[in-house]
Structure formats: structure tokens, C-alpha cells
T-cell receptor, first 112, second 116 residues
Framework: GENVEQHPSTLSVQEGDSAVIKCTYSDSASNYFPWYKQELGKRPQLIIDIRSNVGEKKDQRIAVTLNKTAKHFSLHITETQPEDSAVYFCAASIGGTYKYIFGTGTRLKVLA | GAVVSQHPSWVICKSGTSVKIECRSL??????MFWYRQFPKQSLMLMATSNEGSKATYEQGVEKDKFLINHASLTLSTLTVTSAHPEDSSFYIC????????????FGPGTRLTVL
């Protein structure tokens, strides 16, 4: 079945450094790739998304890249701040539907 | 815009009882709603897809007779956990897509269910 792998599972960076989280998907029909940030006990919040017809998208300190051939997409956070600490989930749409498969999550800690 | 609410935010119940969780889209019409379950320190696992006026579609391994889903209107979907047991204790989160046909899912704040 469809699968999304996410790495690393935990990531610690110093404040001001960059953080990169990578995901790989299996469904070649996936065409939408959102990234969510979830703080403890809270709802997942959409932080950025990308569609399959675009290779890169940026929103201030956050960027996402997509390599459709390799079925890889990555989240890049620059100039990290302590408030960026949270669990980040990637997701890929299941082809032809509005359903997502989520990655396993990355716990990001930004050390002050 | 695109706000989704859930009620209750937490519930404690005795084993064998049923619990109903409501998911509402507050400022948009939700053509499709999704129900997820999330165990501590784990990812979101899709349970079922709910479309207004039709039967929900359940993911493999999810018991439809145990997790009853009703999507009675374009702004409300309910999940009823029937005959709850301690292993059903989890964080249940709904999401919704709007009627503009975009792929983005907007999530509710979640309901923490504890079954004693």
C-alpha cells in the first residue's frame, strides 16, 4: 500500500541554525504534499504545502522542495527559533482523493 | 477562515459506554471530513472519510460498527465510539476540506478520550 517515510525522527539544532526534514512517498499519483506543525496536545497546523507541478516553494523562513522523479520532498527551516520546537509531519495525498498519508513525524528541538 | 471545532475537548468514560464526538466547520461548508486517531508520540492514522449525506468510508482494520460516523450536514460530522474499552483511549482529531475543491485539510483541536 501507499507509504510515507520521514527522517529524522528527532532533530536538535541550535537557535539560528537551519533544520531539514525529509520525506519519501510511494504513490506515484500523489500530487499534493502538505507539512503540518503540531505542538503537544494541540491540532496540526498547516505551515506550507506544495503541489506536484512545482519544484520549490518558500514562505519567509520555511521552504519546501519536491523531487517528483525520486519521490522525495523536504522541509527547510532557516534561522530557527525556540518557538519552532514542535513535531512536524509531512503528508502526501493519495492519488485521486483528498485523503492523506502522514509521515511518522519529526520532533524538532531548537536549543536557545 | 477555515476553522474547525470539536466537542468535547476531553472526555472520560467507563468501559462499555458510548461516547459521541462532534466535528464542526465554523465558517465554511465541508464537503468531506476525515477522522483520525493519534496515540501518544505517534502519527495521525486515518480512520474514515465522511461525506455529507452518504455512508462513511472506513480504512482497513477500522471497525465500522464500533466507530459510527454520521455526516448529517455540510458543517457537522459525528464520531460515536460504541462500547468503549481502555484500548480505545486516544486523541481523536477530525479534519475537513472546504467546498472550493482544494486539497487542504483543516484540523479540529482534537478530543482526548480516556476509557476507564
Amino acid at each position: 500500500g501507499e507509504n510515507v517515510e520521514q527522517h529524522p525522527s528527532t532533530l536538535s539544532v541550535q537557535e539560528g541554525d537551519s533544520a531539514v526534514i525529509k520525506c519519501t512517498y510511494s504513490d506515484s499519483a500523489s500530487n499534493y504534499f502538505p507539512w503540518y506543525k503540531q505542538e503537544l496536545g494541540k491540532r496540526p497546523q498547516l505551515i506550507i504545502d506544495i503541489r506536484s507541478n512545482v519544484g520549490e516553494k518558500k514562505d519567509q523562513r520555511i521552504a519546501v522542495t519536491l523531487n517528483k522523479t525520486a519521490k522525495h520532498f523536504s522541509l527547510h527551516i532557516t534561522e530557527t527559533q525556540p518557538e519552532d520546537s514542535a513535531v512536524y509531519f509531512c503528508a502526501a495525498s493519495i492519488g485521486g482523493t483528498y485523503k492523506y498519508i502522514f509521515g511518522t513525524g519529526t520532533r524538532l528541538k531548537v536549543l536557545a | 477562515g477555515a476553522v474547525v471545532s470539536q466537542h468535547p475537548s476531553w472526555v472520560i468514560c467507563k468501559s462499555g459506554t458510548s461516547v459521541k464526538i462532534e466535528c464542526r466547520s465554523l465558517d465554511f461548508q465541508a464537503t468531506t471530513m476525515f477522522w483520525y486517531r493519534q496515540f501518544p508520540k505517534q502519527s495521525l492514522m486515518l480512520m474514515a472519510t465522511s461525506n455529507e449525506g452518504s455512508k462513511a468510508t472506513y480504512e482497513q482494520g477500522v471497525e465500522k460498527d464500533k466507530f459510527l460516523i454520521n455526516h448529517a450536514s455540510l458543517t457537522l460530522s459525528t464520531l460515536t465510539v460504541t462500547s468503549a474499552h481502555p484500548e480505545d483511549s486516544s486523541f481523536y482529531i477530525c479534519s475537513a476540506t472546504d467546498d472550493r475543491g482544494t486539497d487542504t485539510q483543516y484540523f479540529g483541536p482534537g478530543t482526548r478520550l480516556t476509557v476507564l
